[in-house]
């Protein structure tokens, strides 16, 4: 009887053991992850593709002398805005001067031998007529004539050439523009060509260089055809300052650097306020042809992985992993040019613990790190 109850009991204790061990395992299915959401909107994008560049006089010029002397005549303040064709210097004027009234005396010379020998051909003339002279002399007094004429040709080249360097002793203004600091001071001596006096530049209008790959030519062009008054913005040097003044594509260079594969373009801007200097570094803006009605959400929900870009999408309980294509940063949005639609909602906390396919929850994330640590 006691063997019969002892094997009664031992299935009972199996059962009950086996009953403890199933609910002593721990579940494997991971709590839903709590999460934040927010709406992929379509809103206005209007954003720029940045080009470093440089400002450049549209005409610019260094003065220099032709002729040699002492400098006599300073007639500017430097860095003044000068008028076209008012002196800046004078070199010494005196053997110029001199050269010219010289040059002068000797046409009249010229002239008065040319009026001799054509006073003397018209006699010898008249004499042969009545055969009183011989044919020889006329011929003579011709000759002499001609040799007159090439003398006075001659003397008039001289006074020519001697008004020209008399011209050359005043260094005028080419053009309108802002003139710089003077190279020499009075009583320098200067040579022909070698002597940089000053460097003169025009100011409104200015231009911008920029170097572009070769793969943006064609919209270069297509922008040098049309464009409107926010195509081009100018950041200038200090990084804070914007140039609006509407600007305009004055000349593609004409050919491809062969070694880097760029091309210059010269964008024309006013600078009626003298804001904009020749030399000045600045980046030119340029409005990107993708601006308009743009898919943005919010930057901190997507994440980087060897160089591709994702976000995830709420679908009910379900976060599902997309990878997206971005364009640029739009304050603290970021454009999303593919992979997502306006109305989806992108998970912007918590997503760090997800996996594609993952199950989630609305709500704030788990705080971690510091603000956990100090809770404990």
């Not at 009950?16 to 206005?44: D, G, H, L, Y």
């Not at 294509?325 to 760090?352: C, W």
Request: proline share 3%; aromatic share 6%; net charge positive.
């Amino acid at each position: 009887m006691k063997t019969k109850n002892t094997l009664l009991i031992l299935p009972v204790c199996m059962l009950i053991w086996s009953s403890c061990q199933k609910k002593a395992k721990p579940s494997t299915e991971m709590p839903p992850t709590p999460v934040s959401v927010a709406e992929a909107k379509k809103a206005e994008a209007v954003y720029y593709d940045n080009y470093q560049g440089t400002v450049v006089a549209l005409n610019s010029v260094e003065l220099r002398s032709q002729v040699t002397g002492f400098i006599t005549g300073i007639f500017f303040k430097e860095g003044e805005v000068v008028q076209k064709g008012k002196a800046l210097y004078e070199i010494d004027r005196r053997k110029f001067l001199d050269a010219y009234e010289q040059a002068q005396a000797n046409l009249m010379s010229a002239n008065a031998n040319l009026v001799k020998a054509q006073k003397d051909i018209d006699r010898y003339t008249m004499l042969l007529k009545n055969d009183a002279v011989a044919s020889q002399t006329v011929d003579q007094a011709q000759a002499a004539f001609e040799t007159s004429k090439s003398q006075v040709a001659v003397a008039k080249a001289a006074v020519a050439s001697a008004k020209t360097d008399l011209s050359y002793a005043t260094i005028s203004a080419p053009f309108t523009g802002r003139i710089g600091i003077s190279q020499v001071k009075l009583g320098q001596q200067v040579s022909p060509g070698s002597t940089l006096l000053n460097t003169i530049s025009s100011e409104n209008l200015i231009a911008v260089d920029v170097v572009i790959n070769e793969q943006d030519i064609n919209r270069f062009y297509d922008l040098q055809k049309n464009s409107s008054d926010s195509t081009f913005k100018l950041q200038l040097s200090d990084g804070t300052t914007t140039y609006n003044k509407p600007g305009k594509v004055l000349a593609i260079d004409r050919g491809v650097n062969n070694q880097t594969g760029t091309i210059k373009v010269r964008v024309q801007f006013p600078n009626g306020d003298d804001i904009l200097k020749d030399g000045m570094s600045c980046v030119l803006n340029v409005l990107n042809s993708a601006s308009g009605e743009r898919v943005q959400v919010p930057y901190k929900a997507v994440s980087e992985n060897m160089g591709e870009f994702f976000v995830f999408v709420s679908q009910d309980t379900i976060a599902k992993q997309l990878k997206v294509k971005l364009g640029p940063r739009i304050g603290t949005d970021v454009v999303v040019m593919s992979g997502i639609k306006a109305g989806d909602k992108v998970i912007t906390d918590g997503f760090q613990r997800l996996r594609d396919g993952g199950k989630i929850t609305l709500g704030a994330p788990a705080q971690q790190g510091p603000a956990k640590a100090a809770k404990q």
